[in-house]
Structure formats: C-alpha cells, structure tokens
C-alpha cells in the first residue's frame, strides 16, 4: 500500500489480486446475498483507492482493508435494519445451489459427499452468532490474527479471542459427528 500511496499503479494491482477473492468470501458469507456482496466490495476496493494519498501504517494491510470491509457492512445492515440478523441466500442468479468444487477425477459419491459436507459446514457458519461469525470469517478467510480482528471490528484482544474461541466451539459442537 505504501507503494501504491506512493505513485505505483502496479501496487493496487498486486494488492487487488492478493486479497480481493478472500475479501469478497468474507463478504458474501457476511452478508449472504451476492449482489450485495458484489457492492460492498466494490465499495471497500473505492475506499481503499480514495485513501491512498492519506494511507498511514498503523496495522497491517489486511487489518487495516478487513476494518475498511467491517465499517462497510455495519453501515450496510444499518441501512436494512439488519443488524443483529443476517440474511442468507445459498443460491446464485440462476437459483441454483452453489457448486463445491472437488479435485477432478473424483468419483459422484465423494462429489456427493463433499457437497453435502461444505452444506452442513455453511449452515452451521450461518447459525453462529453475527460477531462469532465475523471473528471466524476474518480469522479463516481474512488471515487475521486474534490482535488484528480485534483491531478490525473495534475490540479489544480478549474480546476477540473468546468470539473465536465460542465460534469454534459452536462449530465443533454443531459438527461433532463428523470426528
């Protein structure tokens, strides 16, 4: 970012490539529904390019772009009034389930199989409460530490360690049977 602030062009693309698919999974499973997602991240990506020539380091990058991410989407549910509850929408455009990719050559049961895993493990992320949700989400798609999600959602380090600790929990509860 410092290069980008700097005059690299070349900066943003290498800062775009590395983060944007993890970015936009963070918001889509935030959110839920992917034309909303599709404008928040937009939205982050204009931020980001508006505060180039004032960027500071006062965190990591990804801290620092998962905070811009966290602001977006409180004001987004604010505006719906959905803040303490998120909606869900597992289908795409067509209204098809979405496809779990599976390594190729692989036979229709363990096709089967793997779709029906990532289901329950979506289902069980969607029932985790908004801010365990979001601690995990940063924590598995963002590649945040437990110091930066603090940083990101504007808590403080236990509270965002005992977020992730409950969410894991929750998960592993919710899919104990898979041990």
């Known amino acids: ?16 490539t590395r983060h944007r698919a993890r970015l936009f999974r963070y918001l889509l499973h935030q959110c839920g529904r992917r034309e909303q ?4 991240f937009q939205e982050v990506w204009m931020s980001v390019i508006r505060a ?3 960027y500071e380091v006062s965190a990591r990058f990804t801290t620092w772009l998962y905070r811009i991410a966290h602001n977006r989407l409180i004001d987004g549910f604010r505006a719906r009034g959905r803040l303490a509850e998120f909606e869900v929408d597992a ?3 067509d ?17 089967l199989e793997r779709a029906q895993l990532a289901g329950r493990l979506l289902a069980a992320i969607e029932v985790l409460p908004a801010v365990q949700r979001e601690a995990f989400l940063l924590a598995t798609e963002g590649g945040l530490t437990v110091e930066e999600i603090g940083q990101a959602t504007g808590t ?24």
């Open 1 to 16: 970012m410092l290069a980008y602030r700097d005059g690299e062009a070349a900066a943003f693309e290498a800062l775009y």
């Open 37 to 40: 997602a599709d404008e928040m």
């Open 52 to 54: 180039r020539s004032g």
């Open 91 to 93: 289908a795409d455009a």
């Open 95 to 111: 209204g098809d389930p979405p496809d779990y990719p599976a390594p190729a050559g692989v036979q229709p049961e363990r096709l």
């Open 156 to 179: 403080g380090f236990e509270t965002a360690k005992s977020r992730l600790r409950y969410a894991y929990a929750r998960l592993r509860s919710e899919l104990g049977d898979l041990q």
